[in-house]
């Protein structure tokens, strides 16, 4: 059973913006839980983008999406959101959101739960 959802995504053009959202799709508070954004490109293994913590103070992001990424969330709407900027080919991918099990603020990393994710969303970025 999908636990979560994702919206958003869809064909950008090279040097776009996407802004990708996360809810809960199996009646659960995404407020209470970390949540994550994770990718996987076809050939290519699972990559971590970024998480926040449940209340939101606690950001942690892969070396590697700093600066073009940015994660957020509103625990009034239960939603968390990941906008894209500067957009290239190789962001290409199936992005996933799932509920995040560490301590973001004690583990800088993103360890997702093995259950709860969203289905995926494709991002396709091209001319």
């Known amino acids: 059973q999908v636990q979560l959802v994702e919206s958003g995504g869809g064909l950008v053009q090279p040097g776009g913006s996407l802004r990708l959202s996360c809810a809960s799709a199996?009646?659960?508070?995404?407020?209470?839980?970390?949540i994550g954004w994770f990718r996987q490109a076809p050939g290519k293994a699972r990559e971590e983008i970024a998480c926040i913590s449940s209340a939101g103070g606690t950001t942690h992001y892969a070396d590697s999406m700093q600066g073009r990424f940015t994660i957020s969330r509103d625990n009034a709407k239960d939603t968390v959101t990941l906008q894209m900027s500067g957009l290239e080919s190789d962001d290409t991918a199936v992005y996933y959101c799932?509920?995040?099990?560490?301590?973001?603020?004690?583990?800088?990393?993103?360890?997702?739960?093995?259950?709860?994710w969203g289905q995926g969303i494709q991002v396709t970025v091209s001319a």
């Open positions: 199996s009646g659960f508070a995404l407020s209470n839980y970390a």
């Open positions: 799932a509920v995040v099990l560490n301590s973001i603020q004690t583990r800088k990393e993103c360890i997702p739960d093995s259950v709860r």
